[in-house]
């Protein structure tokens, strides 16, 4: 991307969260990479990621023969992290465009050092820690190697590669009368709190769970001891 067509984009960016369309190129570039971290900030804390933010080249030539304080927005259903892109719109002259944008999470998760095939058991010494993007992962990884030792494998799992969770069966059982964490995820909250298994389970299994009030839930275990339900 050209200087020329860099402090555009950060520009737009910048100008929709309020600052003032003036201010010297440094000055926009940091305040448009401060806009896309807010985006996906709630998401790196939950998964201790860092992250990293790669604006990409935009080769059209109406940013630069005609130029204006274009409005960013994303399209809808458009995703805030991984390889996606943001909009820019001109309201005079009309004119619309699309900017890709690479919002990496990296995260330090274990992967074991050699091939496992099914039906062995994981022990300690079978893994260690690597760097991975998470968005490059969208069905989700291991991440916390207490869900490793003593699993057992239920299908291939190659080394030096992220681990996913359908390939464990772990081997703590919980039985019926355990004390459990209850999960309860709603649309745009979560609320904790204690109850009792119900039936037997392992994590990934679907169980029922009794909650202190006396009501009965179904979920799906984790591990820790939690129960996810999804209201």
Known sequence: ????????????????????????????????EQMLRERVEAQAQALGA?????LGSVLDDRLSRAPCQPDVFLPPGTRVWGKTYIGL?????????????DVALIVSVPMFVRPMAPGSVVQPGDWTYSDVNMAAWPRGVVTDDKALAGSRIVRQARAGEPIPPDALQSG????????????LI???????????????????????VQ?????????TMRDGREIEVNL
């Open 50 to 54: 860092r992250i990293e933010i790669a």
């Open 172 to 183: 703590a059982r919980m039985a019926s009368g355990d004390p459990v964490q209850v999960v």
């Open 1 to 32: 991307m050209t200087r020329t067509l860099f402090f555009l984009v950060a520009l737009a960016l910048a100008w929709t969260t309020g600052v003032n369309a003036a201010p010297a190129q440094g000055g926009a570039a940091a305040q448009a």
């Open 186 to 208: 709603g649309p745009g909250f979560t609320i904790k709190a204690a109850g009792k298994l119900l039936q037997q389970a392992t994590p990934g299994q679907s169980t029922r």
């Open 211 to 219: 909650l202190e009030s006396g009501r009965t839930v179904a979920g």
């Open 89 to 101: 719109r001109c309201a005079t002259p009309n004119w619309q465009v699309r900017v890709p944008v």
